[in-house]
């Protein structure tokens, strides 16, 4: 007996499982085995079609790889941006420092340019004070001087 392929039922075993029954085979891309005693059908894929589903699964496989690859990245990405805003922060709180360090030395600075300019104006004040009392005193020598040179004048006028 042949199938419409020219196959005839005693050439279509093919090795898988005998079961003594008549056996009908295509020859199409995709072998059909039909066991009609056990009313099974087999279907057995070409080689080009195991090649494809190889492929197939090694390029799931490989996407599967990058797409955990590309999680990995984030996830290190996500952790690099942390560490770089973190940095940032802590350049800022140092940036921070420094400047209210300079702030603060400007201020002591300028606290003591002004405790210098009132010590120089507490000096002037001094020196004025003192050059006053100097001119004080050297008006009332003075006066004194010309008090005893009237005097004596008095005096000589008596004399004569």
Known sequence: MENRNGIGA???NDGHG??????????????????VGTKKVT????DITQQREMKIRNVRKEMAEIEEAL????????SARKTRRERRAEAHEQFEKENQVSIDKVKAMEALKDDEVARK???RAE???????LQNE???????NSQIK???????????
């Open 43 to 46: 279907v057995r894929r070409s």
């Open 121 to 123: 104006e507490k000096a």
């Open 138 to 144: 050297q008006n009332h020598l003075d006066h004194l």
């Open 18 to 35: 005998d079961s003594g029954n008549l056996v009908y085979q295509t020859s199409s891309a995709k072998r059909m085995r039909i066991d």
């Open 71 to 78: 999680e990995q990245l984030d996830m290190q990405s996500a």
């Open 10 to 12: 005693d050439q279509a």
């Open 150 to 160: 009237n005097d004596e004048l008095m005096i000589e006028g008596f004399k004569r």
């Open 127 to 133: 020196y004025i004070h003192e050059q006053t009392e």
